[in-house]
């Protein structure tokens, strides 16, 4: 799907939310490569980040195109700060309700609300499409992003004990949290 361009005013800056043109996937591969490096909350250690460029202009063809997935970029006084994203869990029939969401900041445009507008506006949107939930994972100790989560009506669900394993030899688990609309 694609996301008309949108402008919102925070904290005195002007942000644009808008699709992905398939000509910026180096921009989210480097953008993917600094935040696995800026967080051990993400999927993947940066190293791990080996995206080719049309690997990453098909991803960004197949959320502009399907009916069932959305990536949304946000451009905070115009430069890029990040993206949100759902697909829909459709394997079957049985999971088409089913829509599991994912968010990640440059970590310079944390902190001031961003996060939240950005994700109020996906599930919405989500909401808007049919789907019955909304579903995601975070990182046990992501305390910021679970208050985030909450504060937008997710609920646990499970944990997966030491799911992560970091390069140090420390654990963490994932939580799932899941919104019923
Ligand atoms: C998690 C993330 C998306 C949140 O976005 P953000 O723009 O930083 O968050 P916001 O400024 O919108 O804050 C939203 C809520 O988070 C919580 N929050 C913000 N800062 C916090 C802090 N320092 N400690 C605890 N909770 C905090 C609050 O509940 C806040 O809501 P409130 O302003 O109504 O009190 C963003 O920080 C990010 O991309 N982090 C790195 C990658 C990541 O962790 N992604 C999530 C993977 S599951």
Do not use: W
Request: overall charge negative.
């Amino acid at each position: 799907m694609i996301f008309a361009e949108e402008v919102h005013i925070l904290d005195g800056k002007k942000i644009v939310f808008r699709s992905a043109r398939s000509d910026e996937s180096q921009m989210l591969i480097d953008y993917l490569k600094t935040v696995t490096g800026e967080t051990r909350f993400l999927m993947c250690e940066s190293d791990e980040i080996n995206y080719t460029k049309e690997e990453e202009e098909q991803f960004i063809n197949d959320h502009n195109q399907s009916k069932d997935a959305l990536l949304i970029l946000a451009f905070v006084d115009g430069e890029y700060a990040g993206n949100c994203s759902f697909e829909s869990k459709s394997g079957s029939r049985r999971s088409k309700h089913r829509a599991g969401i994912g968010i990640a900041l440059y970590q310079k445009y944390t902190g001031f609300g961003l996060g939240k507008l950005m994700l109020t506006r996906l599930l919405t949107e989500i909401k808007n499409l049919g789907f019955e939930q909304a579903e995601l994972t975070v990182v046990g100790n992501n305390e910021k992003a679970h208050r985030l989560y909450e504060s937008l009506g997710f609920k646990e669900c499970g944990i997966i004990p030491n799911a992560n394993k970091y390069d140090d030899g420390t654990y963490a688990d994932d939580i799932f949290m899941v919104l019923e609309f």
